[in-house]
Protein backbone atom coordinates (compact mmCIF):
# COMPACT_ATOMS: atom_id res chain seq x y z
CA UNK A 1 0.00 0.00 0.00
CA UNK A 2 1.41 3.52 -0.98
CA UNK A 3 0.27 6.31 1.63
CA UNK A 4 0.12 9.84 -0.23
CA UNK A 5 -0.21 12.74 2.52
CA UNK A 6 0.17 16.26 1.60
CA UNK A 7 0.79 17.94 4.88
CA UNK A 8 -1.04 21.21 5.66
CA UNK A 9 1.97 23.71 6.02
CA UNK A 10 -0.15 26.78 4.95
CA UNK A 11 0.53 28.38 1.80
CA UNK A 12 4.05 26.19 0.83
CA UNK A 13 4.36 22.19 -0.59
CA UNK A 14 5.24 19.09 1.83
CA UNK A 15 4.42 16.26 0.54
CA UNK A 16 4.79 12.45 2.15
CA UNK A 17 4.95 9.44 0.53
CA UNK A 18 5.58 5.68 2.13
CA UNK A 19 5.01 2.12 1.38
CA UNK A 20 3.89 0.30 4.07
CA UNK A 21 5.00 -3.84 2.79
CA UNK A 22 8.87 -1.55 2.76
CA UNK A 23 10.53 1.18 4.80
CA UNK A 24 10.46 3.13 1.68
CA UNK A 25 9.73 7.12 2.76
CA UNK A 26 10.28 9.74 0.15
CA UNK A 27 9.36 13.99 0.88
CA UNK A 28 8.57 16.50 -1.88
CA UNK A 29 8.93 19.53 -0.90
CA UNK A 30 9.22 20.62 2.46
CA UNK A 31 6.99 23.63 3.14
CA UNK A 32 8.52 26.87 4.81
CA UNK A 33 9.76 27.10 8.46
CA UNK A 34 6.89 29.47 9.17
CA UNK A 35 3.54 28.10 8.74
CA UNK A 36 2.10 31.64 9.74
CA UNK A 37 -1.24 32.27 11.27
CA UNK A 38 -4.68 30.07 10.63
CA UNK A 39 -7.66 30.24 12.14
CA UNK A 40 -8.47 29.44 15.78
CA UNK A 41 -9.50 25.86 15.27
CA UNK A 42 -6.68 25.58 12.26
CA UNK A 43 -4.41 22.50 12.30
CA UNK A 44 -1.39 23.75 10.53
CA UNK A 45 2.00 21.71 11.43
CA UNK A 46 5.58 21.97 9.90
CA UNK A 47 7.03 19.39 7.76
CA UNK A 48 9.48 18.64 10.44
CA UNK A 49 6.93 18.15 13.25
CA UNK A 50 4.36 16.11 10.95
CA UNK A 51 7.61 13.44 10.09
CA UNK A 52 7.94 13.53 14.10
CA UNK A 53 4.37 12.89 14.53
CA UNK A 54 4.70 10.07 12.19
CA UNK A 55 7.88 8.77 13.62
CA UNK A 56 9.80 9.16 10.21
CA UNK A 57 13.20 9.48 11.29
CA UNK A 58 14.97 8.41 7.62
CA UNK A 59 13.95 9.32 4.11
CA UNK A 60 14.67 7.26 1.47
CA UNK A 61 14.48 10.65 -0.74
CA UNK A 62 14.06 13.93 -0.27
CA UNK A 63 13.08 16.35 -3.56
CA UNK A 64 13.43 19.99 -3.58
CA UNK A 65 11.65 20.97 -6.67
CA UNK A 66 12.56 24.80 -6.72
CA UNK A 67 14.04 27.25 -4.18
CA UNK A 68 11.35 29.51 -3.49
CA UNK A 69 11.05 29.65 0.40
CA UNK A 70 7.12 28.21 0.60
CA UNK A 71 8.81 24.73 -0.70
CA UNK A 72 12.69 25.03 0.87
CA UNK A 73 12.30 26.59 3.86
CA UNK A 74 11.87 24.00 5.97
CA UNK A 75 14.89 22.23 5.40
CA UNK A 76 16.20 24.21 8.63
CA UNK A 77 13.64 22.67 11.18
CA UNK A 78 13.64 19.37 9.12
CA UNK A 79 17.39 18.09 8.85
CA UNK A 80 18.13 18.26 12.52
CA UNK A 81 15.81 15.40 12.96
CA UNK A 82 15.88 13.16 9.57
CA UNK A 83 18.20 11.28 7.84
CA UNK A 84 18.33 11.59 3.86
CA UNK A 85 19.54 8.81 2.15
CA UNK A 86 19.19 10.58 -1.25
CA UNK A 87 18.14 14.29 -2.14
CA UNK A 88 17.25 15.72 -5.69
CA UNK A 89 17.78 19.64 -6.88
CA UNK A 90 17.94 21.39 -9.91
CA UNK A 91 20.45 23.98 -8.71
CA UNK A 92 23.74 23.23 -6.56
CA UNK A 93 25.98 26.17 -5.98
CA UNK A 94 29.77 25.62 -6.14
CA UNK A 95 30.96 23.27 -3.47
CA UNK A 96 32.74 26.22 -1.36
CA UNK A 97 30.00 27.69 -0.56
CA UNK A 98 27.78 25.20 1.28
CA UNK A 99 27.24 25.97 5.15
CA UNK A 100 28.45 29.63 4.35
CA UNK A 101 25.87 32.39 5.91
CA UNK A 102 24.52 34.55 3.33
CA UNK A 103 22.68 37.68 3.55
CA UNK A 104 20.45 39.96 1.07
CA UNK A 105 21.39 43.51 -0.08
CA UNK A 106 19.83 46.10 2.44
CA UNK A 107 17.36 47.65 0.38
CA UNK A 108 16.50 44.77 -2.71
CA UNK A 109 13.58 44.04 -3.79
CA UNK A 110 10.71 41.54 -1.85
CA UNK A 111 11.29 39.01 -4.47
CA UNK A 112 15.59 39.46 -4.30
CA UNK A 113 15.33 39.18 -0.86
CA UNK A 114 13.61 36.27 -0.21
CA UNK A 115 15.28 34.25 -2.51
CA UNK A 116 18.60 34.73 -0.58
CA UNK A 117 17.33 33.84 2.28
CA UNK A 118 15.96 31.13 0.62
CA UNK A 119 19.34 30.19 -0.43
CA UNK A 120 21.24 31.00 2.98
CA UNK A 121 19.02 28.00 4.62
CA UNK A 122 19.72 25.70 1.25
CA UNK A 123 23.01 26.14 1.53
CA UNK A 124 23.53 25.84 4.85
CA UNK A 125 20.88 22.37 4.52
CA UNK A 126 23.69 21.36 1.84
CA UNK A 127 26.48 21.01 4.18
CA UNK A 128 24.37 19.05 6.74
CA UNK A 129 23.52 16.85 4.06
CA UNK A 130 27.04 16.08 3.25
CA UNK A 131 28.17 15.73 6.83
CA UNK A 132 25.32 13.04 6.56
CA UNK A 133 27.23 11.31 3.52
CA UNK A 134 23.95 11.88 1.93
CA UNK A 135 23.91 11.17 -2.15
CA UNK A 136 23.24 14.60 -3.68
CA UNK A 137 21.42 14.13 -7.32
CA UNK A 138 21.41 17.11 -9.71
CA UNK A 139 18.74 16.94 -12.09
CA UNK A 140 19.34 18.22 -15.19
CA UNK A 141 18.28 16.17 -17.67
CA UNK A 142 14.72 17.00 -19.18
CA UNK A 143 13.16 13.94 -18.85
CA UNK A 144 14.60 10.67 -17.09
CA UNK A 145 13.00 7.65 -15.41
CA UNK A 146 13.63 6.01 -11.71
CA UNK A 147 12.67 3.11 -10.14
CA UNK A 148 12.33 3.79 -6.36
CA UNK A 149 11.41 0.17 -5.17
CA UNK A 150 9.75 -2.77 -6.46
CA UNK A 151 6.32 -1.20 -7.12
CA UNK A 152 7.05 2.79 -6.93
CA UNK A 153 8.75 4.36 -10.03
CA UNK A 154 9.01 8.10 -10.88
CA UNK A 155 9.15 10.11 -14.54
CA UNK A 156 11.27 13.12 -13.45
CA UNK A 157 10.92 16.21 -15.76
CA UNK A 158 12.53 19.71 -16.26
CA UNK A 159 9.98 21.89 -18.78
CA UNK A 160 12.72 24.23 -19.82
CA UNK A 161 16.75 23.51 -20.16
CA UNK A 162 16.69 27.13 -21.03
CA UNK A 163 15.22 28.04 -17.76
CA UNK A 164 17.36 25.91 -15.54
CA UNK A 165 20.56 27.18 -17.03
CA UNK A 166 19.65 30.39 -16.41
CA UNK A 167 19.03 29.94 -13.11
CA UNK A 168 22.34 28.54 -12.53
CA UNK A 169 23.89 31.47 -14.17
CA UNK A 170 22.25 33.87 -12.25
CA UNK A 171 23.12 32.20 -9.04
CA UNK A 172 26.48 31.58 -9.55
CA UNK A 173 27.00 35.52 -10.62
CA UNK A 174 24.77 36.33 -7.34
CA UNK A 175 26.82 33.71 -5.10
CA UNK A 176 30.20 35.37 -6.35
CA UNK A 177 29.76 38.38 -6.14
CA UNK A 178 29.47 39.38 -10.15
CA UNK A 179 25.36 39.20 -9.97
CA UNK A 180 22.53 42.08 -8.90
CA UNK A 181 19.51 42.12 -6.89
CA UNK A 182 18.15 42.98 -10.42
CA UNK A 183 19.07 39.60 -11.29
CA UNK A 184 17.38 37.61 -8.48
CA UNK A 185 13.99 39.51 -9.10
CA UNK A 186 14.50 38.23 -12.22
CA UNK A 187 14.97 34.97 -11.63
CA UNK A 188 11.90 35.19 -8.85
CA UNK A 189 10.12 35.83 -12.01
CA UNK A 190 10.65 32.66 -14.07
CA UNK A 191 12.11 30.07 -11.12
CA UNK A 192 8.40 28.28 -10.93
CA UNK A 193 9.05 27.00 -14.21
CA UNK A 194 12.82 25.48 -13.24
CA UNK A 195 10.47 23.12 -10.83
CA UNK A 196 11.43 19.63 -11.06
CA UNK A 197 8.13 17.77 -12.35
CA UNK A 198 7.21 14.09 -10.92
CA UNK A 199 5.23 11.90 -12.30
CA UNK A 200 4.48 8.63 -10.29
CA UNK A 201 3.47 5.41 -10.69
CA UNK A 202 1.99 2.37 -8.55
CA UNK A 203 -0.46 -0.25 -8.78
CA UNK A 204 -2.07 1.27 -12.47
CA UNK A 205 -2.03 4.74 -10.19
CA UNK A 206 -0.39 7.67 -11.81
CA UNK A 207 0.49 10.76 -9.54
CA UNK A 208 1.31 14.29 -10.78
CA UNK A 209 3.55 16.11 -8.36
CA UNK A 210 4.58 19.33 -10.84
CA UNK A 211 6.23 21.84 -8.28
CA UNK A 212 4.67 25.15 -9.14
CA UNK A 213 5.27 24.81 -12.66
CA UNK A 214 2.28 26.85 -14.88
CA UNK A 215 0.31 25.22 -16.78
CA UNK A 216 1.56 27.40 -20.04
CA UNK A 217 5.03 25.36 -20.00
CA UNK A 218 3.92 21.98 -19.86
CA UNK A 219 1.07 21.53 -21.65
CA UNK A 220 2.56 21.94 -24.71
CA UNK A 221 3.77 18.26 -24.72
CA UNK A 222 1.53 14.73 -24.98
CA UNK A 223 0.71 14.00 -21.39
CA UNK A 224 -0.84 10.59 -20.70
CA UNK A 225 -3.67 10.98 -17.95
CA UNK A 226 -3.59 10.80 -14.35
CA UNK A 227 -5.54 10.08 -11.21
CA UNK A 228 -4.51 13.11 -8.68
CA UNK A 229 -2.80 16.03 -9.55
CA UNK A 230 -1.02 18.39 -6.86
CA UNK A 231 -2.11 21.56 -8.71
CA UNK A 232 1.34 23.80 -9.45
CA UNK A 233 1.89 27.27 -7.89
CA UNK A 234 -1.58 26.52 -5.13
CA UNK A 235 -4.37 27.06 -7.54
CA UNK A 236 -3.34 30.73 -8.83
CA UNK A 237 -4.95 31.33 -12.26
CA UNK A 238 -1.72 30.09 -13.73
CA UNK A 239 -1.81 26.37 -12.70
CA UNK A 240 -4.52 24.82 -15.05
CA UNK A 241 -5.86 25.47 -18.18
CA UNK A 242 -8.59 23.10 -20.23
CA UNK A 243 -5.88 22.12 -22.48
CA UNK A 244 -4.05 20.16 -19.78
CA UNK A 245 -7.22 18.99 -17.50
CA UNK A 246 -8.27 17.30 -21.00
CA UNK A 247 -5.23 15.69 -21.36
CA UNK A 248 -4.71 14.54 -17.83
CA UNK A 249 -8.15 13.99 -16.85
CA UNK A 250 -7.58 13.76 -12.50
CA UNK A 251 -10.03 12.71 -10.42
CA UNK A 252 -8.73 14.01 -7.89
CA UNK A 253 -6.68 17.31 -7.46
CA UNK A 254 -5.13 18.37 -4.22
CA UNK A 255 -4.55 22.61 -4.13
CA UNK A 256 -1.60 23.49 -1.41
CA UNK A 257 -2.88 26.93 0.07
CA UNK A 258 -3.33 28.35 3.01
CA UNK A 259 -6.90 29.41 4.31
CA UNK A 260 -6.15 33.34 4.93
CA UNK A 261 -5.05 34.57 0.95
CA UNK A 262 -6.37 38.12 0.53
CA UNK A 263 -5.69 37.39 -3.09
CA UNK A 264 -7.29 35.21 -5.78
CA UNK A 265 -5.46 32.15 -4.40
CA UNK A 266 -7.05 29.40 -5.27
CA UNK A 267 -8.42 31.23 -8.17
CA UNK A 268 -12.34 31.02 -8.49
CA UNK A 269 -11.70 30.70 -12.26
CA UNK A 270 -9.43 27.33 -11.36
CA UNK A 271 -12.14 25.45 -9.28
CA UNK A 272 -14.61 26.57 -11.25
CA UNK A 273 -12.52 24.76 -14.07
CA UNK A 274 -11.68 21.42 -12.20
CA UNK A 275 -15.96 21.59 -11.34
CA UNK A 276 -16.44 21.56 -15.00
CA UNK A 277 -14.30 18.79 -15.23
CA UNK A 278 -15.92 16.94 -12.72
CA UNK A 279 -12.46 16.78 -10.34
CA UNK A 280 -12.89 16.30 -6.95
CA UNK A 281 -11.23 19.28 -5.19
CA UNK A 282 -8.95 18.98 -1.72
CA UNK A 283 -7.22 21.82 -0.50
CA UNK A 284 -4.46 21.43 2.19
CA UNK A 285 -5.99 24.03 4.66
CA UNK A 286 -9.37 24.76 5.80
CA UNK A 287 -10.17 27.33 2.59
CA UNK A 288 -14.04 27.39 2.26
CA UNK A 289 -15.31 26.29 -0.92
CA UNK A 290 -18.10 25.12 -2.28
CA UNK A 291 -16.84 22.82 -4.04
CA UNK A 292 -14.64 21.17 -0.71
CA UNK A 293 -14.99 20.41 2.69
CA UNK A 294 -13.43 23.02 5.19
CA UNK A 295 -12.94 20.91 8.10
CA UNK A 296 -9.81 21.71 9.46
CA UNK A 297 -6.95 18.83 8.89
CA UNK A 298 -3.57 18.42 9.22
CA UNK A 299 -2.92 16.41 6.03
CA UNK A 300 -5.06 15.26 3.03
CA UNK A 301 -4.39 11.86 2.66
CA UNK A 302 -4.41 9.50 -0.46
CA UNK A 303 -4.21 5.69 -0.04
CA UNK A 304 -3.72 3.25 -2.66
CA UNK A 305 -4.33 -0.22 -2.02
CA UNK A 306 -5.25 -2.95 -4.45
CA UNK A 307 -5.35 -0.39 -7.19
CA UNK A 308 -7.71 1.90 -5.73
CA UNK A 309 -7.03 4.89 -4.43
CA UNK A 310 -8.73 6.48 -1.73
CA UNK A 311 -8.76 9.46 0.37
CA UNK A 312 -8.79 10.53 4.11
CA UNK A 313 -8.59 13.45 6.54
CA UNK A 314 -5.90 12.97 8.68
Not at 42 to 56: K, S, V
Not at 70 to 76: I, M, S, V
Not at 113 to 130: E, F, N, P, Q, W
Not at 283 to 293: E, I, L, N, R, S
Request: hydrophobic share 40%; charged share 25%.
Amino acid sequence: MLLVDFINVGYGDAILLRETETPFAMLVDCGDARIGRSRPDGRRITAADYLRREGIRELDLLVLTHLHLDHAGGLTHLLPGVRVREFWTNYLPPEEMWGHTLSAVPGAPAGARCLMTSMGIYVKALAHLRSQKTEIRLIRTPCDCRRLTETLSAGVFLEDEELRLRQASIWDAVLSGAGSSGDLEALDGFINNTSIRLRLSYAGQEIELPGDVYASCWERHQLPPCTLIKLPHHGHGDALTSRLLEMLRPRYAVISVSDDRTDDCPSKKIIQLLSQFGVECFFTDAVPCQYAPDQPHVAIRFRIEKGVLMVSDV
